[in-house]
């Protein structure tokens, strides 16, 4: 009988999704529909078919559709990454330590996802995938709230670490839920939306923010808005013409006060959350104390993917090498490990490939900084610095970012017509046009 009910709910979940497909692709708006569930998958962490994320398969289906842009000049971007990324993944034919062989083919299927990204995506279909990642990141905060409040039947996180414990949302942890809220922090922030919706959407992605006391997120939060602001000081001693829109900005002193009184009566109601976060941010600077557990990991981890790293070829160990470290840093050579990357991504990819790591290195870090000002960018600069300490290098998340941050420089680049070119700087009221340029 239990059998015969699991393949009864199997059948009638693909029956579900099989009819979704058919209504997504019947529609009119079918293409801007299959651009937003894009946006939405690349908010989770492990929906795989056959260990291939349905991003990947998303982004294959929505690029064949009509209606696709043709961005000129980004081919040459677009062959830099995928041979960085082809680089990469072909020390898993050449390492001594390769752990899962078919990680290669899930980082080309991840490269290769975010190339028809830059080069398919109009402006309209970046909309759509940015306020998928936007709402698909805001329910995982209102159910780490819900968790919170316990209307949720969850366990919560490290009570050592907060006196109500840290919630893990969707995601099988606190730090993923802390990244992915503060993307939906930034998003909240820079879309265009009614003054409402972005109360909406800003209060339980900063509440968790917060709640999730993931340091990674915060330190990278903090890099974000410094990055930025230098690059905007930059850009006005340069005399550059300053075409922000006032749409982003409407509801944002709402949300800030509204947030501000929620704190305060939050940490008035539970003292020892005000302790508990102080203490929190404090162990951002200076030395990992003993009682730090996290903290004392992940420096074992570091100092194990370093001892891994002193004798290695020029292609590395191999990809998903740096995986056999594991979470209390120590290394397993025999046998196959559960995880397949390291905690920082530098170091991983360093251990897995050496000099053939390099490029998508160099080429990951230098698109963000490049894009700091555009809010795609700023998520890819976000994401790659809480990688530092929580790797989601190989999540959906990061290479959606890639591929709008490569499409992110310029109006002319992302499939504006001719003549909307013509107007570009008069344009200040249409929320599509600015969402990747301010």
């Known amino acids: 009988m239990g059998l015969f009910t699991q393949a009864l709910y199997l059948e009638v979940a693909f029956a579900a999704v099989v009819l979704g497909l058919v209504a997504v692709l019947t529609h009119p708006r079918r293409r801007q529909i299959l651009a937003f569930l894009l946006g939405v998958s690349a908010g989770l962490v492990a929906v795989q078919v056959f260990r291939v994320h349905v991003f990947t398969f998303l982004a294959v289906g929505w690029v064949l559709l009509p209606g696709r842009a043709r961005n000129r000049g980004t081919p040459r971007l677009i062959a830099a990454l995928l041979a960085a990324a082809l680089l990469l993944a072909s020390t898993t034919l050449l390492g001594d330590l390769v752990n899962s062989p078919t990680l290669g083919l899930q980082l080309l299927g991840l490269a290769a996802s975010a190339a028809l990204i830059t080069f398919a995506s109009s402006r309209r279909d970046a909309a759509a995938m940015l306020w998928g990642l936007l709402v698909v990141s805001t329910f995982g905060s209102i159910v780490g709230v819900l968790q919170v409040f316990h209307v949720i039947p969850m366990d919560l996180w490290h009570l050592d670490v907060s006196a109500i414990g840290r919630p893990t949302g969707i995601y099988p942890e606190p730090d993923w839920l802390g990244m992915f809220s503060g993307a939906g922090v930034l998003l909240s922030w820079r879309l265009s939306m009614a003054r409402a919706w972005k109360v909406v959407f800003f209060l339980p ?43 982003p900005r409407r509801g944002r002193r709402a949300a800030v006060v509204i947030a501000s009184v929620a704190a305060v009566l939050a940490l008035s109601a539970i003292p020892q959350l005000q302790e508990d976060v102080t203490t929190r941010a404090s162990t951002m600077i200076g030395t990992v104390q003993e009682h730090d557990i996290s903290g004392q990991a992940r420096i074992r981890q570091n100092d194990s993917l370093l001892q891994l790293a002193t004798s290695i070829p020029i292609y590395g160990h191999g990809l998903s090498a740096a995986g056999r470290v594991g979470v209390w840093g120590q290394i397993d050579t025999l046998g196959e490990s559960q995880n397949n990357v390291a905690s920082n991504w530098v170091l991983g990819m360093w251990v897995d490939g050496a000099l053939f790591a390099v490029p998508l290195i160099v080429f990951l870090v230098g698109l963000a900084f490049a894009r700091v000002r555009s809010i795609s960018g700023q998520l890819l600069l976000f994401t790659l610095v809480s990688s530092l300490f929580s790797n989601a290098v190989f999540f959906p998340v990061t290479w959606l970012l890639v591929g709008l941050a490569i499409i992110a420089s310029r109006p002319n680049a992302i499939g504006v017509p001719t003549q909307a070119r013509r107007h570009a700087r008069h344009r200040v009221e249409d929320p599509l046009f600015g969402l990747l340029e301010r």
């Open 205 to 247: 992605n900063v509440t968790v923010f917060v709640l999730a006391m993931a340091r990674a997120s915060w330190i990278a939060l903090l890099v974000c808005i410094a990055a930025a602001g230098v690059a905007s000081v930059i850009q006005r001693s340069r005399g550059a013409i300053n075409t922000a829109e006032s749409g």
